[in-house]
């Protein structure tokens, strides 16, 4: 399979958040550039400086990270690699998870904790204002005016551009457009685990960009052989077909392809490319 293009990303066509930001819809996810447990820093920090130029290289725009990467290390890596920042790239951070360890993730979406990572944020990007700064979730033990009134006055500073959420139910997202516009979405989803369907298709018709993670059916054994046989019938990746499924789901949909080699980046990308036919659809039929 051949890109059409030197940059394959612009192959999956744009989505504009908030009426303002346009960006590719093949993505970038730097969770994957900090060490093992998304716990402190890679284990070759070239690598993946190499792998955040060359996302750029490929046409990709906008980059998704958070303060919890590492902690810190994947908005640190993307400041050095990529600083000062070239006209049109997005970057997307989150905060409201605690690091405790390695794969270990406490919710905390105390007025406290989120101007600590917000404003950690901005310094780490060397940025006055954050694009699309994103709740990473809902916290149970907070109430929730703290939280999203947090934002909204945040956003009424100057430090947020555009707001979004992650991992919410279409419940959470109509009392969070109570304080502010929601222009992202950030939830598991993938051809094997669609549980959210009912969160895309409200984000269509609210025209809210939704960002899959975890692309990959891994644990869905009948997902995965049906993704398996489309690959092999294009003589593409597995990975390449589960994101040209994602951008065929939804108008709305911006995968972030992750990953901290080079090599798979090129790969990854190349599924903006891939062009599924009605047959592939049989095999892992689109999202009703």
Not at 30 to 55: C, Q, S
Not at 181 to 204: I, P
Not at 245 to 259: E, K, N, Q, R
């Amino acid at each position: 399979m051949q890109a059409n293009t030197a940059q394959p990303a612009l192959d999956a066509g744009t989505i504009t958040l908030g009426g303002d930001l346009t960006v590719n819809r093949m993505a970038y996810g730097a969770m994957r550039i900090t060490g093992d447990g998304i716990w402190g820093p890679p284990k070759n920090h070239d690598e993946a400086i190499r792998v955040l130029k060359r996302a750029l290289e490929l046409g990709i725009n906008f980059i998704d990270t958070a303060d919890s990467y590492g902690p810190y290390v994947s908005e640190e890596l993307i400041a050095e690699a990529l600083h000062p920042y070239p006209d049109g790239l997005i970057i997307g951070t989150k905060g409201g998870l605690l690091r405790t360890g390695p794969n270990q993730w406490p919710v905390d979406g105390s007025r406290k904790h989120l101007e600590e990572a917000l404003n950690g944020s901005l310094k780490r990007l060397k940025l006055e204002r954050i694009d699309l700064y994103q709740l990473h979730r809902f916290d149970d033990k907070v109430p929730a005016e703290e939280f999203l009134g947090f934002l909204q006055e945040a956003q009424q500073a100057g430090k947020i551009r555009h707001i979004g959420l992650s991992e919410v139910g279409v419940d959470q997202i109509r009392q969070a457009q109570q304080y502010f516009e929601v222009v992202s979405v950030q939830n598991m989803y993938n051809f094997g685990q669609q549980k959210w369907n009912d969160v895309l298709k409200f984000c269509e018709e609210e025209e809210i960009a939704f960002i899959p993670w975890y692309p990959l059916a891994s644990g869905n054994l009948s997902a995965e052989n049906a993704i398996s046989k489309v690959a092999q019938r294009h003589g593409a990746t597995d990975y390449q077909v589960a994101l040209a499924w994602l951008l065929a789901a939804s108008p709305v949909m911006l995968p972030i392809a992750g990953t901290s080699s080079v090599k798979h980046l090129e790969e990854n990308v190349l599924g903006a490319t891939l062009k599924l036919t009605d047959e592939d659809f049989q095999d892992m039929p689109l999202p009703k």
